[in-house]
């Protein structure tokens, strides 16, 4: 069996690992447009940071374990065309016959809409090694950035760059950050340590209506300008398609369609990742869900179904965690903001509890629960103290379809060290205008 | 309504704040024969690790707090008898009639076969406040400790005592330390750096027969004898039972029988945490947990069936997560050694993981799971790095009788610096012979 992947993306990968275990026989070829394998979307920053000795060090698989497990990568290829009805396909360097294809060409981070005259040629995001690479030198040398959108990336790389002393500024179209992933109210006490940095100039409800450069970057905001020494935008996650994509059956936001096993309108051709909408675990309906925990599972139930309907994509519940500005963020499933879109009426529980008995650092959470049926639906967490992994249990009770009552009972450690009493999930239906001591 | 409980204990403490959510009218009382409330039963080393600053302040709850919610605590008051058939209790300072009574004086920390004359006198665990104090100094000043039984606590008193430069000399019945959770061989790692501190002494397959007090300590083992300054015992965790218990039908073991809403054979009288059989949800039997969290949650559904029987109080799984001579360690539900309890057949499957992508500290997973259906069973964890949390999550999954397929799509977060790819719940069934780069 021929099995090629087109993108070295994390569902690319996983992909192609979870294939090699199930098919061992099958010769498996990754098709990659830029130069290296495996290159962390926020490497850029992490580098930034010293976690990383090298900026080619920022990777979360090698060629060389590619290779190890006989999985051939063909890199600085590009995909031309597609052509299902003959199981070939055309790349910049020949023609391949297949006899699976796999689509996981992933995401851009790239504002269209921005009037630089460059416009082809300066892509001013991070996701790729070249380019963050060549960005590197300017990124180090510039004094200030402005950063278009404020969710996860851009809080990031906003974060990073403060705690670089370099001057952001923070554009967002929407009237807070991150807004995704979280309730306005509940970011309170984040907010506020964001009015607090010195360097740090936030503007809400603000759209980019053009950018120029002249020796800085010119930022044409409704009704201001921003000059800065670098421009990156965050925005605009869509899928990486090309002229071969009308061969498949798309959805109206150019996304390809695919039924519960990945499977695309073209008989032995599956799409994963970035390129698809997935289900939404709590709603009714499929959403784009471009996250790299959703696009890696992607990609392991699509080899599960190479050779036959084995596993449904299951989807996600768009959990994410990370840290901020010296903030612990964490949120999964339904947030109250979006209650709009959720079937039937839901409440909203906010309480806090220290992180342990040891160490008092608060730890603010907020549920949000189905009204009838009192099951959980969301849950945000915020802290000074790492609770971040609390927010997978959390997503795992969601999944499970699990009722407040039901989780007051579950199981978890206690050690006053490393635990309150309670877990926060424990204490939902114990909570009741702060009465509780623990 | 008049609610009595008995013992400020973990399961008491939540019973009562519970109550007085669920009945703003009940007037409730605490009877504790200790001289405060709350004390940790860890706390004495968490103040030798400078965790607190005073011995006192290693609680989880106050008096203070318990009398803002208007729940009386008496101190210094034990229990004498109990008569069900009128609704009353007797203590050293009077009588009292009670609608509902509630017995958690939880457990004890006492080896009873150790021939110490004054041995009526010498309790040397430090599960309460007034112990732990008098004990203070001689642990203070004590150069070398013998620590009887290797288990959570006896492991951890190893840990802290070793820190602080003393000689130690840990003596355990079984084969390996902390039988009850682990499998020995998961605890390679973690044995061999007990093997490399040069003031640990480990006496296995050993049992005391006898300590005798000069100016030091003789503990008399099997052919040897160990001289140190101080003994602790942290084995033979049984109920705080007392003459009264007669009047409740009691387990062979002297714990109180209750049925699923944690009644005992009396009319209105309840027993929660340690003094009580419970569900291991993973066996078809009852077992004794003598666990905080457990206790807790026991604690807390006793108060929901106080006026009907509302609740099933669902077990535990015995759930732990302790940090020890520079190891993570915790484990969940069944372990390979304790298969036979089972009444199926089991598999494992043992693999490692990096902790993130920036951090590549292993961590050791080991997972027992019913070989037929694949349904997870038990996880055990083990790391330099803080993976503590990821326990719960597994905790949840068996609850939920969840398949390593299941598992495989589970939604959890991503952040290079947090995390890897995926978690070792989602890897378990992509492992084989570790091909997987993940």
Not at 153 to 163: C, M, P, Q, R, W
Not at 396 to 420: G, K, R, S, V, Y
């Amino acid at each position: 069996m021929e099995i090629y992947i087109i993108g070295a993306s994390f569902a690319g990968i996983s992909c192609a690992l979870h294939a090699r275990k199930l098919y061992p026989n099958a010769k498996i070829t990754i098709i990659e447009k830029n130069t290296m394998v495996g290159f962390l979307p926020g490497g850029l920053l992490l580098y930034l940071q010293n976690k990383f000795e090298k900026l080619s060090d920022a990777v979360f698989v090698t060629e060389k374990q590619l290779e190890a497990q006989s999985i051939n990568v063909k890199l600085s290829e590009v995909l031309l065309d597609c052509h299902p009805e003959k199981h070939e396909i055309t790349t910049n360097k020949g023609n391949y016959h297949y006899d699976k294809l796999i689509l996981a060409s992933g995401s851009e981070q790239k504002s269209m809409n921005i009037g630089l005259e460059d416009d082809d040629e300066w892509d001013p995001s991070f996701k790729n090694y070249d380019l963050s690479n060549k960005i590197l030198d300017q990124i180090q040398n510039a004094e200030s950035i402005a950063i278009i959108g404020a969710g996860q990336a851009g809080i990031e790389a906003a974060s990073t760059f403060v705690d670089l002393k370099k001057t952001v500024h923070l554009i967002e179209a929407m009237d807070y950050p991150l807004f995704k992933y979280f309730d306005p109210d509940f970011l309170v006490p984040f907010l506020s340590t964001l009015k607090q940095q010195p360097n740090l100039y936030f503007y809400l409800n603000t759209t980019v209506t053009e950018v120029a450069k002249d020796k800085q970057y010119e930022i044409l905001l409704d009704g201001q300008t921003v000059v800065s020494d670098y421009v990156i935008t965050t925005v605009n996650v869509h899928p990486q398609l090309a002229a071969f994509t009308k061969k498949f059956q798309l959805h109206s936001d150019n996304t390809i369609q695919v039924n519960d096993y990945l499977e695309t309108s073209a008989k032995d051709v599956f799409a994963v990742g970035d390129l698809i909408h997935s289900p939404f675990q709590i709603r009714d309906e499929s959403v784009y869900l471009p996250q790299i925990n959703h696009a890696t599972r992607s990609g392991v139930i699509a080899a599960e179904n190479l050779l036959k309907q084995e596993v449904k994509f299951t989807g996600g519940l768009r959990t994410i965690g990370t840290k901020a500005f010296g903030w612990y963020l964490a949120s999964t499933g339904l947030i109250e903001e979006e209650a709009f879109v959720y079937k039937n009426e839901i409440a909203v529980k906010n309480f806090t509890q220290p992180f342990s008995l040891t160490d008092k650092t608060t730890i603010y959470c907020k549920v949000v629960y189905e009204k009838s049926s009192e099951r959980l639906l969301g849950m945000q967490l915020l802290s000074k103290a790492d609770c971040l992994e609390k927010i997978n249990t959390a997503a795992l009770a969601i999944e499970n379809n699990m009722t407040l009552d039901e989780l007051m009972q579950n199981d978890h450690f206690f050690q006053a060290e490393f635990t309150n009493v309670m877990e926060p999930l424990n204490r939902i239906n114990l909570e009741s205008e702060d009465r509780h001591a623990f």
